[in-house]
């Protein structure tokens, strides 16, 4: 009898944490988070979605025993977690981010493209811009900043700063541009300049608008690798763009040191990935269905770091960034 020398646990295990996703998507679809921020029974929750109760009660009890919510005496409600992140009302209510994530990033075409490779003319232009609608997910992103990381970010910049001000910054490549918005907010003699392409410019206008701060902040719109972003700026916030500037990388981080002031800063984030794109798994994993689509836009970690020290950038500082970005790090930069 063949004696096994590992487990296949693993796998099966897999499978199971396939379902719970399953499951939770499911609950997100219908909303179900929002009807169970106070007791509730299966059929009163049925009634308000309108669904079959004994269905509703079988996906409850589901939810309660994989961690999403507590049953007592035939009733139901949210976890503290599940309250704070999914019902409706919360300031960071997530749900909408993680449905647009899951369907961005499903490799629901694994099968395909594994048999019929990337979309030629996807591989030929390599542009992100084509591929992802980068407007929506600057709205969605708005809740997802605010789970730690625009916090993480605050406390970072007010230790650098202490008893000074930045008294001018900017936000390249920004999204909605809440870290701009949230510095200006907290510094009153700073000026601020969100920098974004046209299709993208509409969500931190609309932002800037709702929080009264047109005096204090500018939108402008371009695109960075070629337009004129403006100078003599205390802080540069460069999250999430160096690692698709391929092609381009030297030229944009030679603007980015001339366009700071002489003890200026320069904010970078980066999905960090390794030269060999094993690591970290949920970047590899999260733009696997872009690359079998036929994009190649992520620069390594080692070609970033290079690429700064080379133009003369050293880093002053570093720290995790916080909320949806577990174990990935936020570093600062100073001028040579």
């Given amino acids: 009898m063949y004696i096994p020398k590992e487990s296949p646990a693993s796998y099966y295990k897999l499978l199971h944490q396939k379902r719970v996703a399953e499951l939770f998507l499911c609950a997100l679809r219908f ?18 979605r309108g669904l079959k109760e004994r269905s509703v009660e079988l996906v409850l009890n589901a939810l309660a025993a994989t961690g999403f919510l507590e049953k007592s005496s035939g009733k139901y409600r949210n976890t503290a977690q599940s309250n704070e992140f999914l019902a409706a009302g919360s300031p960071v209510d997530i749900k909408e981010s993680l449905l647009y994530r899951e369907a961005m990033m499903s490799l629901s075409t694994l099968d395909t493209r ?45 230790d650098i700063y202490q008893d000074k001000q930045p008294k001018k910054i900017l ?34 206008e609309k932002l800037v608008r709702t929080e009264g701060i047109s005096e204090k902040i500018s939108v402008l719109e371009g695109d960075f690798m070629e337009d004129d972003f ?18 381009n990388l030297e030229n944009l981080l030679k603007r980015l040191y001339d366009a700071l002031t002489k003890e200026g800063m320069l904010y970078v984030v980066t999905h960090q990935v390794d030269k060999d794109y094993l690591s970290p798994p949920e970047t590899i994993l999260g733009w696997l269905s872009s690359h079998l689509e036929g994009l190649d836009i992520l620069l390594t970690e080692e070609i970033i770091e290079t690429a700064l020290h080379k133009q003369g950038f050293v880093r002053k500082k570093e720290s995790l960034t916080g909320g949806t970005l577990q174990g990935i790090k936020a570093k600062f930069y100073g001028k040579n």
């Fill in 31 to 48: 909303d179900l988070f929002s009807c169970l921020t106070e007791w509730e029974t299966a059929h009163e929750v049925a009634a308000i």
């Fill in 114 to 158: 594994l048999l019929t490779g990337p979309d030629e003319r996807t591989r030929e232009r390599n542009l992100g811009v084509e591929a992802y609608d980068f407007k929506e997910t600057a709205r969605i992103s708005i809740p997802e900043m605010y789970t730690g990381r625009v916090q993480n970010f605050m406390k970072e910049v007010k």
């Fill in 171 to 204: 936000d390249l490549g920004g999204g909605s541009g809440v870290l701009a918005i949230e510095l200006v907010k907290a510094f009153t003699n700073c000026q601020g300049v969100i920098f974004e392409s046209p299709q993208v410019t509409e969500i931190p």
């Fill in 230 to 247: 403006g100078g003599a700026y205390d802080l540069i916030i460069a999250a999430g763009i160096l690692d698709f500037t391929k092609g």
